[in-house]
């Protein structure tokens, strides 16, 4: 069965940081594996995603991932931080089998400092 | 293209009344998901439709949750009758064969039961 694990509910940088948000996944088929933004009083939106070919993934606002699978994870990365950046981050991999069905991680709150 | 609709955005009832909260997937996607999130319960997935079947309902609360596809452009959740714990951000998410299961998320319905 297929799986996430984001490690750490809450992560706080200050502005200008390093961001590393962390995301594990277990899958029996080639994984396709995706990182959602939520803002506050917003719904889920893309930011990423890789599903073949190049193992580092470039998305939205500076964002990027890489696909390690040795180490069976994901995790989305951003050189400095923006206040703007403040938000919700979900990590998913698809199901196996002939559907379009996600398994969400339990998401990660990321606060930004001044 | 207007991205994924719902309607209404926010809904205020009471207790024993009935809920329907309305979806408009993207034309062309023939996968539709209806999720829940709450604070206590994250992200769960409700039911999803392909090609306007339900394929798996198993994330349905109780009874009183049913949900309809009655054509390609329109899907509803209903809550019949609601209760204060079904208090929660409703999302409804549409994907297409083309996508590599990437799925498109609505601005999402704020139901409050009194």
């Known amino acids: 069965a297929q799986s996430v694990t984001q490690l750490g509910s809450h992560v706080s940088v200050s502005e200008g940081a390093l961001v590393l948000l962390r995301c594990n996944y277990s899958?029996?088929?080639?994984?396709?594996l995706f990182w959602y933004v939520q803002y506050p009083n917003q719904g889920l939106q893309l930011l990423l995603k890789?599903?073949?070919?190049?193992?580092l993934v470039k998305g939205i606002n500076g964002f990027e991932a890489e696909f390690k699978k040795s180490e069976t994870s994901f995790h989305l990365t951003k050189p400095s931080a923006h206040m703007s950046d403040a938000a919700e981050y979900f990590c998913a991999v698809r199901d196996g089998g002939a559907t379009n069905k996600l398994i969400f991680g339990t998401g990660t709150l990321l606060a930004v400092q001044p | 293209d207007a991205g994924v609709i719902q309607s209404p955005r926010h809904e205020v009832t009471e207790m024993g009344q009935e809920v329907t909260l309305r979806c408009k997937p993207i034309?062309?996607?023939?996968?539709l998901f209806w999720y829940r999130q709450t604070m206590m319960r994250g992200l769960e997935l409700l039911i999803y439709f392909n090609n306007n079947v339900p394929i798996d309902d198993s994330g349905m609360p109780e009874d009183r949750f049913s949900a309809k596809m009655p054509n390609a452009s329109f899907s509803t959740l209903k809550i019949q009758p609601s209760e204060p714990r079904d208090s929660a951000v409703y999302f409804c998410a549409s994907s297409g064969l083309a996508g590599f299961n990437e799925q498109f998320f609505g601005p999402g319905t704020r139901l409050t039961v009194l």
């Open positions: 034309s062309g996607h023939d996968y």
């Open positions: 890789y599903t073949t070919g190049a193992t």
């Open positions: 899958s029996s088929v080639p994984p396709y």
